[in-house]
C-alpha cells in the first residue's frame, strides 16, 4: 500500500512539473494587427445640384393628402360646435345692440356678462381644437417624413446628383436657380409610385381647420437635412 501510494505521489508530482514546464515554454501568441484604413483623398468632380421642397412635397403625395383628410374629418365634428358658439355669440351682440336704447341697466350688464362668458370659452375651444388639429398634422408629417425622405435620397443618388438643397422655408438661401433643378415634383411622383397609395378624388371636399382667433403654427416641421 505505501509503494502504491509513493507511485501516485511520484506520478501526481511529475505530471504537475510537466504542467508548469509546457505553460513555462509555451511563447505568448503574438497580438493581431489591423491595418490602417487607407486615407480619404479629396477630388474635385463635376456639381450636378437639385432642390427641393421637402415640407410640402409630403403633404402634396397622396399618402400625404390622405392623412391632411383623414385628420380634417377627425375635427368636423368640434369645428361645427365651435362654428355654432361662434354664430350664437354674434346673434347675442346684434340682439344687444338692436334693444340697447330699451334695456336696462341691470339688464344690459347681465347680457355683457354673458356674451363675456360665451366669447371667452369660445377662444378657449378654438385655441385647444387648433393645438390639438396641429399636434395632430404634426404626428402624420413626422411619420410621413421619414419614408418620404428615403425616396428623395434614393432618387437623387440614382441620378447622380452631388448636393440636394431643401428650399421649403422662407429663409432659403437660394435666390434664384432653373426649373430643371428643382426635383420636387419628381420625388413626390416616385414616391407615389412606391407607396402603391392612389390619388384622393378631385372633387373631394375639403374641410376647414377649426376656428382660431391667433395664427397656428406650421403644421410641418422642418425636416432633417439627409444624410450622405
Do not use: C, H
Not at 95 to 100: E, L, V
Amino acid at each position: 500500500m505505501n509503494r502504491t501510494l509513493a507511485l501516485v505521489s511520484a506520478l501526481g508530482a511529475g505530471l504537475l512539473t510537466a504542467t508548469v514546464s509546457a505553460q513555462t515554454a509555451a511563447p505568448a501568441a503574438p497580438a493581431a494587427t489591423t491595418p490602417a484604413p487607407a486615407p480619404v483623398v479629396p477630388q474635385a468632380i463635376p456639381a450636378k445640384i437639385a432642390l427641393i421642397a421637402f415640407e410640402q412635397s409630403v403633404f402634396a403625395t397622396n399618402e400625404g393628402q390622405k392623412a391632411v383628410a383623414d385628420v380634417q374629418k377627425k375635427y368636423e365634428p368640434k369645428k361645427a360646435q365651435i362654428d355654432a358658439l361662434a354664430q350664437e355669440v354674434d346673434s347675442l351682440k346684434k340682439q344687444m345692440q338692436a334693444s340697447a336704447s330699451t334695456l336696462s341697466d341691470e339688464e344690459k350688464a347681465s347680457r355683457l356678462k354673458n356674451i363675456d362668458l360665451k366669447e371667452k370659452q369660445l377662444n378657449r375651444d378654438a385655441e385647444d381644437a387648433t393645438a390639438a388639429y396641429n399636434a395632430d398634422l404634426q404626428e402624420a408629417y413626422g411619420k410621413l417624413a421619414q419614408k418620404v425622405n428615403l425616396t428623395m435620397r434614393k432618387y437623387v443618388q440614382d441620378n447622380g446628383y452631388t448636393l440636394l438643397l431643401d428650399v421649403s422655408g422662407q429663409q432659403s438661401p437660394v435666390l434664384w436657380a432653373v426649373p430643371q433643378t428643382d426635383v420636387t415634383e419628381a420625388v413626390i411622383n416616385a414616391y407615389n409610385v412606391a407607396s402603391g397609395v392612389a390619388a384622393p378624388p378631385p372633387s373631394a371636399p375639403s374641410a376647414s381647420r377649426p376656428r382660431s382667433t391667433t395664427a397656428p403654427k406650421s403644421a410641418a416641421p422642418k425636416a432633417p437635412a439627409p444624410k450622405q
